[in-house]
């Protein structure tokens, strides 16, 4: 891709246009942004802080490199990053404020996130096991609210993970991204497999541009990088080294790392399955799991010690050349966050209430049973006083959740022998909390939860008293909320 | 300026006028119409004559292979269905409709993006050879230096788009999402038929054009096509153009 690959007419028309590359200095105004300082020079664009008098905080504007010979890349992931970050918003990705077109002067002017990428951390693993956790967490939040705004990211690394103050991931770098309702302009552009090869997912190299699970593959060589100081497939530096992944299994993190619990090695190797479909079904299962690992289930893959035999290549290596030829378009991404949607099941499990509990049961399995992707998770709040530290006791406290636990489950038996729930559809969780209706939003939200399922009582002593728990849901879940009524 | 892109009605009041309705709310200043006004549907001079006011107002309309046909009066090579309904919709069109569809133009260029308006192809409008593939799409991108080229004569929504580098690039879109068309690439768009979409979804087809922002949407407008079929059936036309109203075929 030499001269005459670069965009011609945009770095014709930039040769006309009043700013050079080279123009670009400090106390220059692009359309009443004031450069001030750069903060950054890479090998895509240019970083600077600028100011705007109708915003009272810097903001970044980035610009890319327009040079005769450069790299179309350059360009076409300009263009996209153009296209796609003005569609996204939340705290997740940086808030966009401005463009300006490659007629003129190209570039995006964004927030300016405060906070360092992971990239420190990457340098810095291992990382303490909660740290890892920690991370996960986020990183599978913020991808998750990327997903359901319709794109993969696809370019997933610590260096494009930012983070806010109160710690929430920014995903940064959307150059190389797939909006599933936006033309893929890259698709046509280039020949070789787009991403940072450490972390691209198999089907990448296949050109598969629109499954958010390589976000996931991505997320779990994160978190084995997190967890080992390693990167499961090296950093390769041929097309050859690159296709490694496609049949070679990374070596299990415990082989690396004696501490690593097996439930984070079964985590990190279903992220890195070559397979998409038995990988993680979304970042909202990862986020998930992460959130309580007790309930991932543990599968060979958390037990495996050393690296795969021959068998389990052959297998990986089959079903990598299978990949040559995708029979069925893989879901888009808004499809796929969205079709194995988590249900919440909140059940009250207190005297007086097992009427409502059957029927809240019920609502549940005929909502389960017509998604057959979906999760379920049955939440029950255990309420503490407000004086609830009560040294009056650790060990009673942690019977009763104990207890609490068996309630759940044994509540939810019809359903899990009905349904036939596999592969950790189902989990239980208790919390504790003063205010039952708080620690179930916070959990919705925490979980990328899709739909609430709780009961209201109809007249009750406790109710006047209290005011109703499932209005106060209602009004602030961050998803649909069923209330079941007899 | 925001530009409603309208083609292919083929004599379908029903859907015309709920088009017309759903592009007023979206705050249009300039209407261009892509020929295909009459053939197949049953209301050719109800349409024709909005057409006919439209442009008097300051529409841009060029004409469409069906429009040039009933001028002329139908030819052998047509297929049977295209031929009967020339015929017919001729014997429902006063001179001075046809003397207003034989005054159309073959393509109309707008300095404002700059585009290009055809109903078939840039590359010989007057063959009305289909844009049917992406190699198509680059003959015709080629043969303009307009760096937006809007036609019809496809009955399905589609886009495409050209690189300096010269790659080409193809999609679907889906309905109201507004997609970035910089002017730095070519681009060309098909709105879809108003009055025969052919996507198995029976719903009119147009697009929004907004040259300030630099943005395409393409619509699609839900409309009363069993009463347009059954208008259909009533003149006598062929059984299966008003069956495929009610399937979007």
């Known amino acids: 891709m030499g001269v005459e690959g670069a965009d011609t007419q945009a770095a014709a028309a930039l040769a006309a246009s009043p700013f050079g590359a080279a123009a670009l200095e400090p106390g220059v105004v692009i359309d009443g942004f004031r450069l001030e300082t750069r903060v950054h020079q890479g090998g895509m664009a240019n970083l600077w802080q600028v100011n705007h008098p109708d915003h009272a905080q810097p903001l970044l504007m980035k610009v890319p490199r327009l040079r005769p010979g450069e790299d179309p890349a350059t360009i076409v992931g300009f263009e996209v990053e153009q296209m796609i970050l003005p569609t996204l918003t939340g705290p997740h990705v940086p808030h966009f404020i401005a463009r300006g077109d490659f007629t003129h002067q190209p570039y995006i002017v964004m927030e300016r996130i405060e906070g360092s990428s992971l990239a420190s951390r990457a340098d810095d693993a291992p990382l303490a096991l909660d740290e890892v956790t920690e991370l996960g967490a986020r990183i599978a939040a913020a991808l998750h609210d990327v997903h359901r705004q319709h794109v993969v990211h696809l370019d997933l690394k610590p260096e494009n993970v930012l983070q806010r103050g109160d710690g929430t991931a920014v995903l940064v770098d959307f150059g190389l991204s797939r909006h599933d309702a936006l033309p893929d302009l890259l698709a046509e552009e280039f020949r070789q497999p787009m991403g940072s090869w450490p972390y691209i997912a198999p089907e990448q190299l296949h050109f598969v541009r629109s499954d958010p699970r390589s976000d996931l593959f991505a997320l779990g060589v994160m978190l084995y990088q997190f967890t080992t100081g390693e990167l499961p497939f090296g950093e390769p530096q041929s097309m050859r080294a690159l296709r490694r992944r496609l049949h070679v299994q990374p070596a299990p993190p415990r082989a690396l790392r004696s501490d690593c619990p097996p439930w984070l090695q079964e985590l990190i190797l279903k992220c890195l399955e070559v397979d998409p479909a038995q990988r993680w079904q979304g970042a909202a299962h990862v986020a998930l799991a992460l959130a309580d690992p007790r309930q991932v289930p543990l599968s060979a893959r958390a037990h495996r010690s050393a690296a795969a035999g021959w068998l389990a290549r052959l297998r990986r290596r089959y079903f990598a050349l299978g990949q040559g030829a995708p029979t069925k378009a893989p879901r888009s991404a808004r499809v796929q966050a969205t079709r194995n949607p988590i249900i919440l099941a909140a059940v009250d499990l207190s005297e007086g209430s097992s009427e409502l509990a059957v029927q809240v049961r019920e609502i549940v399995r005929r909502v389960v049973t017509t998604e057959p992707g979906a999760r379920l998770a049955c939440v029950s709040v255990l309420k503490t006083g407000l004086l609830s530290v009560d040294d009056y006791n650790d060990a009673r406290g942690a019977n009763r959740q104990v207890l609490q636990l068996a309630a759940l489950k044994h509540w939810a038996r019809p359903i899990s022998k009905g349904l036939n729930l596999d592969e950790g559809r189902l989990t239980f969780h208790v919390l504790e909390s003063t205010d039952p209706a708080a620690a179930l939003i916070e959990f919705a939200q925490r979980n990328g939860v899709d739909q609430i399922v709780m009961g209201a009582r109809g007249h009750s002593t406790l109710r006047r008293y209290l005011g109703s728990v499932s209005s106060q849901v209602v009004a602030q879940a961050p998803c649909t909320v069923t209330v079941v009524r007899i | ?249």
């Open chain 2, 1 to 249: 300026m925001r530009i409603a892109l309208l083609s292919d009605i083929h004599a379908n009041r029903e859907a015309f006028e709920a088009v017309l309705l759903h592009a007023a709310d979206q705050r249009v200043q300039r209407w261009v119409l892509l020929g295909d006004y009459i053939g197949y549907g049953a209301d050719p001079s109800w349409v024709v004559e909005r057409v006919r006011r439209m442009t008097a107002e300051g529409a841009i309309a060029v004409k469409g292979n069906h429009d040039e046909a009933v001028v002329r009066g139908s030819r052998p090579s047509m297929r049977l269905d295209a031929r009967h309904s020339i015929e017919w919709t001729r014997g429902h069109l006063d001179a001075a409709q046809l003397e207003f569809l034989a005054s159309l133009p073959m393509t109309h260029a707008d300095n404002d993006g700059p585009s290009l308006y055809v109903h078939a192809n840039a590359w010989d409008p007057a063959k009305w050879a289909y844009v049917e593939t992406r190699h198509d799409a680059v003959r015709s991108l080629h043969a303009t230096a307009a760096r937006y080229t809007f036609c019809g004569h496809m009955h399905d929504p589609m886009l495409y788009h050209l690189s300096g580098t010269g790659k080409a690039g193809e999609f679907k879109p889906e309905p109201a999402v507004p997609i970035p068309v910089p002017p730095h690439r070519q681009w060309l768009a098909i709105p879809g038929s108003v009055g025969q979409p052919r996507d198995n979804n029976p719903a009119a087809c147009y697009a929004v054009f907004d040259r300030t922002q630099a943005e395409l949407v393409f619509h699609r407008v839900a409309y009363d096509h069993e009463t347009a079929a059954a208008k259909v059936r009533m003149a006598g036309l062929p059984q299966d153009l008003a069956d495929r109203l009610n399937e979007g075929t």
